[in-house]
Structures are given as C-alpha cells and as structure tokens.
C-alpha cells in the first residue's frame, strides 16, 4: 500500500492538488480497484486501429478574422488578486 | 412563477419571471444547469470552486433562447461538474436535490436538478448538458422527456467543460413538442465552437409522423440483469410501438456491453483532469488570502480546500492515466477502443432506425442505498448509457407506463437523426 500512497502524491503534486493524510490513504485504495477494472480495455485488440478523439470526423469550421472588442479587462472584475490592470499572482520562485 | 421550497431545492439561483408572448418559445420558462453561463448570474457547476462566479457573457444556447422568448428563471443544482450518476455528488455546502416523485430516493445524474424542476412545475423546459448520460439518466428517475442530441449540434460555447469530446448540451421537458421546438431554437453551427458545424432540421416539422414501417434493434445485451419494474417498463413499451406497426429485431452491441465503462471513464477523466486544472483560485471563483509563498502552493492549497470528494477522485485518476508510463496503456487504449465501439453501433444501424434498452437497469436507488455504493459500483450502473455518449449519437429516455417508480426507455439514432427520436418519443405520449 505504502507504493500507491506514493504514486498518489506524485499525482497530486502534478495536479497541484493538496490532500490530507487521510485522503491519500482512501484515493489510494480505491486507485487500486478501478485501475484493476478498467485494465480490462487490455483484453481489446486494438492494432492497426486508429484512435477516435471525437466521435466522427470533424471538420473544424473557423469564423471570419473581424477584430473584436477584447474581454481581458472586464475580466478584471472578477477577482480581487489584481494591481494596476493585471493580475498579482503569488511569487514564482 | 414565485420562488417556493420545490424552486429552492432544485436551483442553486431562481429568478421570478413570467413566460413571454412573443418568440417561438413563447409561453416557457426555462432553466439552465447550472453548468451553462449566463451572463451575470451566478454560474458554478455545483462547485465551491467557482463560486461568486458571474459570467460576462451568454452561452449560445442561452443566448438563442433569449432571442426566443424564452424567459430564464435560473440555474439548476448537479453533480458537481457532472461527476456523478444520482446528483448526490454536489460540491461542498450543496444539498443534492430530492426525487419529486418519492423524496428518499435520489433524482438521478448529473442533470438533477433539470429533471426534478420539470417534474414539478408547469410549462417548463431545462438546458441540461451530458457526458456520458447526464441527461437520460436523471429524466429517466424523474418521469421526463430526455433528449440528447449528436455531439456537435448544439454549441458548447459557454459550457463549463468537463470532457470537451463527449459533452452535449441538451432538453429535459415534460412533452416532445417542447423538446422538439427546443431543440429548433439551439441546435446548428456556431462560429464560436469549431465542432459545432452542423446544420438545423426543422425538428417541429416531424411532429405527428407515423412510426410505422420503422425497425428497431434491441441489443441482448442490454436487456439482461434489469431491475423486474424495469423489465416490464420497457415491455410494456415494446408492445404498444408494436401494435403501432413497428418492427423489431435482435442487435448486437457486445463489445460496448463489455469495454464501453472503462474506455468511457478514462477518456471523461483524462479530460476532466485537464479542463480542471484552469481553476486556480487567481482569476475568479473561490479564493484565499495569497500569502509569502510558491504559486504551485497557493493553486494546490485553493484546489484542495474548494473541489469535493468526486472532483479529486476524477482528477488523480485522469493525472495518472496521462502520465508517461501509464499514458499508453490507459488513454491511448481508449481512444483506440473507442474506435471499435463507434464502429459496432454504425454496423447496428446498418439494419434498424434506432436502437432500444430501458436508460437505467435499476430504480431510483434511496439515498441510504446510493450510498453504500463504492465508486467502482457506481461507475457500472452506467452501463447503458456511456455508449451511446461515447459515440457521440443522439439519444432520448421517454418515461415507460405504468411502473410504481418511474422507468425510462431509451431510443439511440444514428447521428444527425433526431427526427427518428421525435416520431418514436411522440407515439408513445
């Protein structure tokens, strides 16, 4: 078990995602039983065959290049981390 | 229409609004999941982490509904995010919604709180939106119409992603005329969503048709360990489309019966995993004080304290099935499997107009019983309505007669042929 509860961190740390003590030993059961269950799409042959990231082709349709009024600024109201017309995020070092 | 307990349970937000006289809408009130902006009201998927969020825009769907007459009386409460199948998921400080038509029983998921506020107040349609059965599966509990359309007709501009490639904003109505005049006014392209490219029918102009002559396939597969009112549900339906001179004949849909729920699930959370990761705590939404620390420590401590049990589950699953090393084995496999299974109901079609299994193999389960259910349980019962989602075809879950607890019956086409769910849907009202 102490192996999942590793590999939990792990992901939690790539999902920037905190988690309490008890919750790494609860994921980390369940992570077990799902994974066992959802191994069986191994079972499937599936050489040869193309993978589907949509349901059926799609050709992507795009709009005219109009230039647009830009929503940057109004999206200012909707937080209170901002200085001077932008964002004040936390320090990246 | 005034604000009452039912309105409160149902809804996150409720506006008091009358129906317009103008517009072909006219005469409705609609809702919208609460997973669909509307401009300056509070829009949060059921999510802690996003609230406080207004929007500064309409999504298209709600913005065509407008354009309608349709008058918009608030947003309805889900699992949050569409995580879940009985809307007992809901994020942190959210009751789940009650069946209307027994109160310990749950409403069914995601679309909860669409379905139940159609059940209980007149002249009213909701937008609700599915993933991999968010829409049937809650009308079938509730006792309503379900109409989910083919992936990529109605824009998902505005739509608070969950999986981008399986997500379809749909109709929960209490009659097919609504969904049909509905679906008139959101369906069709959208230069703000490139995969919204299809053309409109005029869905009101197949109202009245006979289903007679038409065939329908019924899976052996999906007919087998049903609930026994589910069974008789779906029989009594059978007989009367026969007596209307529909034929049927045996399908099969083998391969999605066994590998539809895993390649389903890890395709849902490898994206859910992405489509969550823009939610920060920085930008809008739920928030805390930034104290003298590292960015990834602000992001990870707001993310959390703010997304509930399933959210987590969801996002360390699909961070870990897109991790190299797992990647192949897990997300890679699906989108191959997924291949196989569009593939078995495209041979399906090849004989019949629509395919036919009751929506859900059990009752509305009580919330006492929904929750001695481990996660992996709940994922199974899912059985068959993922594949349909995952296909991206268009499906309707139209309630059965005479059941003691409702019971739906779910008609899958072939995409782009919503008329065929229309004519089946309104021969059995």
């Known amino acids: 078990m102490g192996g999942n509860k590793d590999l939990i961190r792990k992901t939690a740390r790539l999902a920037r995602l905190h988690l309490t003590e008890e919750e790494i030993e609860k994921y980390s059961e369940e992570l077990v039983e799902v ?5 069986k799409l191994q079972e499937l042959g599936t050489s040869g065959v193309e993978r589907s990231l949509h349901p059926y082709k799609i050709s992507a349709k795009l709009r005219e290049d109009v230039p647009g009024k830009p929503s940057g600024r109004d999206a200012l109201k909707l937080t209170k981390h901002k200085k001077d017309g932008y964002y004040k995020s936390s320090k990246l070092q | ?24 809408l006219k005469g409705l009130t609609f809702s919208f999941k609460d997973n669909i902006c509307v401009k ?3 829009t949060k998927a059921s999510s802690k982490i996003l609230e406080g969020y207004k929007p500064l825009f309409d999504a298209t769907a709600v ?3 407008r354009g309608e007459g349709g008058q918009i009386i608030g947003k309805t409460i889900q699992d949050e995010f569409g995580f879940g199948s009985f809307c007992t998921n809901t994020g942190i400080g959210i009751k789940p919604p009650k069946n209307p038509v027994d109160k310990e029983r749950v409403t069914g998921g995601s679309s909860g709180g669409s379905a139940a506020a159609v059940k209980v107040l007149d002249n009213h349609v909701s937008i609700a939106e599915s993933t991999g059965g968010s829409i049937a599966n809650p009308a079938a509990f509730c006792g309503v119409i379900g109409l989910t359309p083919t992936y990529g007709l109605v824009s998902r501009h505005g739509l608070l992603d969950y999986a981008n490639s399986l997500d379809k904003i749909g109709v929960i109505s209490r009659n097919i005329k609504d969904a049909a005049r509905t679906l008139s006014v959101i369906a069709g392209s959208d230069g703000k969503d490139m995969t919204c490219t299809a053309e409109k029918k005029d869905y009101e102009g197949y109202l009245g ?3 007679k002559g038409m065939t329908i396939g019924i899976p052996k597969e999906y007919v087998r360990g049903l609930d026994p009112e589910v069974e008789k549900g779906f029989l009594v339906t059978r007989k009367i489309l026969e007596k209307k001179g529909v034929r049927f004949k045996d399908v099969s849909l083998r391969k999605n019966a066994e590998y539809s729920i895993p390649t389903y699930y890890v395709i849902a959370m490898c994206e859910a995993s992405t489509n969550l990761a823009k939610y920060s705590g920085l930008r809008y939404g739920y928030t805390e004080e930034i104290e003298n620390e590292h960015y990834d420590n602000f992001y990870s401590r707001v993310r959390g304290s703010a997304f509930g049990e399933e959210a987590k589950r969801r996002i360390l699953l699909g961070t870990f099935a897109r991790m190299t090393g797992y990647r192949d084995a897990y997300y890679d496999k699906a989108l191959k499997a997924r291949t196989i299974l569009i593939n078995e109901y495209k041979e399906a079609f090849k004989d019949c107009d629509a395919i036919m299994h009751p929506t859900m193999p059990i009752l509305p389960p009580t919330f006492e019983d929904a929750k001695k259910l481990t996660p992996l349980q709940n994922y199974m019962l899912d059985l068959l309505t993922v594949g349909a989602n995952l296909a991206g075809l268009p499906h309707i879950s139209v309630p059965a007669k005479n059941t003691k607890l409702p019971v739906g019956v779910m008609f899958t086409a072939d995409h782009f042929d919503e008329e065929k769910l229309i004519i089946l849907g309104e021969s059995l009202e």
Do not use: H, Q
């Open chain 2, 40 to 42: 300056g009201i509070e």
């Open chain 1, 35 to 39: 994974l066992e269950a959802f191994s």
């Open chain 2, 209 to 211: 048709e006979s289903v």
């Open chain 2, 1 to 24: 229409m005034k604000k009452t307990k039912e309105t409160e349970e149902y809804f996150s937000v409720f506006i008091d609004g009358k129906p317009e006289s103008k517009g072909k």
């Open chain 2, 63 to 65: 913005e065509r509904i």
